[in-house]
């Protein structure tokens, strides 16, 4: 299988960043003394999950039931699924745990412990509920602070569920873009975290797991001191957002769409490409950032940027591709586009967010360092 | 099967609106005296677009060769595949034309023209190639005015293709929303598209159909003269922009997506449900309009509206609802909203754009008069 001979548009996975992208945060959740659960919610690829793995993860997280039961399937049985449990996905949770699967799942409220509690009751079943905290008020969790977090360990903990842990998610760290700001969020999301754990067990509450993270503070954290273990997704990838935020180059970013160009609007100065928003995604995460990408950047075929160009509109099966004057970095000239990027030629586009963009392909091809593609199939669903 | 124990989230289609939507619209081309021929990559579900061809359609629309290549094997053959061809694309567009379907391909400059023709004279097929004009400057397409239309025609005419017909696609309706500049622009759109046409024939180059179409301007046009068919994708299933746009109200949206309250950050009046943005993509296509519905409206799940109440914001698998004060038809007093939305209640959410919904999920339930609810699978992919 030849790269260049792929039908497009298609997602194309670059082995050497991956493995680089693993490795770096490997090494550094092992500098700080903690286990690393990789969040699987952005590749759904069993390969990339086994790669985690094997270069020192403790198990996973997981956004969804199916990825659980996935990835249970392909022999992983620390799973962590970090969505707080509505009681209609208990049964599967039950059944995945019957089948020998340590899944276990988090609450943020007092009747979710109890549906929790009441559920496992009636089945016979001890659940590992982990309880969420918020430290930076973007999303879910309780204050870490109030007493509403010593009410769930309680009723949790007296009715007969185990308090596994507690966990946060500083996902407003992906607004920022400074090191100074994201030092400070990711110390915010331990101390937060860790204050919650602490406040459990003085209150005689077991609470083996202190589990923080996202990719930007997990890169940014200084000390983890109290941590057990740090989550993350989409460094694996990584993206222009998170380029941007600061946390890598675009050099680093190993998912690209692969696309052909299928017409020129000369008197614009627009490409006309097959990947539209249903290649790409809808998302528009880098928007609101810095350097604005419009639906990604373009690279040629051998995966070098385009610097100053951008898929700057996008309709379902068709991408616009246009320069934009606002990268320092601008490494073009006034080009003629017809004769530069004729019909028929191939560019790859690096996503805004890897975690969307990946999620509209069922096949990621994988390249490795000889330049041979293999497909690695993705799944997706509830 | 019921659609309260549905696993959430999930794609509910309403049928009683989708059956109420298609009759709209084909009576609305009968009485213009037009042929339609719907754009199949709103549903990508054969049931669907078996549905629209009950009514009477007559052929269908495609956005992908995929698409071509299953609606193909459900039985259809009068398929258009409206994003210029490339090259690398014709060995799937001949093999689909040598099992019988009549496929058709779109050009829109010369070298594309000229790359169907080497393709068809190597392997001794006659392609049937429409030629797309471009009626609003908003994607592809030859202006319909200059010599550019002349030459692409002469040269398929010429060199052993069919010249099938012209096609264009106003799709910068979706930017409007009164109904002068809806009229306006289904005149331009028919105007440009009948004016592409008469030049061809007056060359003496053959061009049977006359193409034209978006959901805006097929609602908007009051005159179709010259015009051979129309076609239209999302009017199917409708959604929220189209309701900004004027040419629905939100009770004619089939489309939504079923979800389970997972939790409450009661400070700041947020209602948590597992319905994020892989349920209801990343499509932020109020976000423009005159009434900006975040990631989507929510109702109750018989699918009364909660106007008032908006998807406010959406990761990868949490949705953030909380209320709106934007919207004149406001329903709601305040409220308490762990008691009207507890933990485990259901919701529907209205999307911005089916398109891009549909696209996130598998299969659609649907549902019938009778509250019969039946799946009904989707593909995806390229």
């Not at 092992?30 to 759904?44: I, M, N, W």
């Not at 160009?309 to 073009?332: C, L, M, Y």
């Amino acid at each position: 299988m030849d790269i260049n001979e792929l039908d497009t548009p298609c997602a194309v996975l670059d082995l050497f960043r991956m493995d680089r992208n693993i490795k770096r945060m490997q090494e550094h959740m092992e500098e700080l003394g903690v286990k690393f659960r990789p969040h699987a919610k952005t590749s759904k690829c069993v390969e990339v999950v086994n790669a985690q793995i094997a270069a020192g993860a403790r198990g996973i997280t997981v956004s969804t039931v199916k990825e659980a039961e996935a990835f249970f399937a392909a022999g992983i049985t620390d799973i962590l699924y970090a969505v707080c449990i509505s009681a209609a996905k208990l049964p599967r949770i039950l059944a995945l745990r019957r089948r020998g699967c340590n899944v276990k799942v988090i609450v943020d409220s007092v009747p979710a412990a109890r549906a929790v509690c009441d559920f496992g009751r009636r089945h016979n079943e001890r659940f590992d509920v982990w309880i969420e905290v918020d430290t930076d008020g973007h999303r879910s969790g309780i204050p870490p602070a109030g007493g509403e977090l010593l009410e769930v360990g309680r009723l949790l903990h007296g009715q007969g569920a185990r308090v596994g842990g507690v966990l946060t998610h500083a996902g407003s760290s992906y607004e920022l873009h400074t090191p100074e700001k994201l030092a400070g969020l990711a110390e915010r999301e331990r101390a937060g975290c860790v204050l919650s754990a602490t406040r459990l067990r003085e209150a005689g509450i077991p609470c083996e797991h202190v589990s923080v993270g996202s990719t930007p503070t997990a890169f940014a954290a200084g000390s983890l001191e109290g941590v057990t273990e740090v989550r993350a997704g989409v460094y694996v990838f990584f993206d222009l957002v998170m380029k941007n935020v600061g946390v890598c180059s675009v050099d680093d970013i190993a998912l690209s769409v692969m696309t052909t160009v299928i017409g020129h609007q000369k008197d614009k100065g627009w490409i006309m490409v097959d990947a539209g928003w249903m290649a790409m995604s809808r998302d528009r995460g880098t928007a609101g950032q810095t350097l604005d990408y419009g639906y990604g950047l373009p690279c040629l075929p051998d995966g070098t940027p385009l610097h100053g160009f951008a898929v700057i509109g996008a309709n379902q099966e068709h991408g616009i591709i246009s320069r934009v004057a606002t990268d320092a970095k601008s490494s073009t000239a006034d080009v003629d586009i017809e004769a530069e990027f004729p019909l028929g030629c191939r560019l790859r586009i690096l996503p805004n967010h890897a975690c969307a963009t990946g999620a509209q392909h069922d096949v990621l091809y994988a390249i490795d360092a000889n330049a041979g593609v293999t497909p690695w199939q993705r799944f997706r669903g509830w």
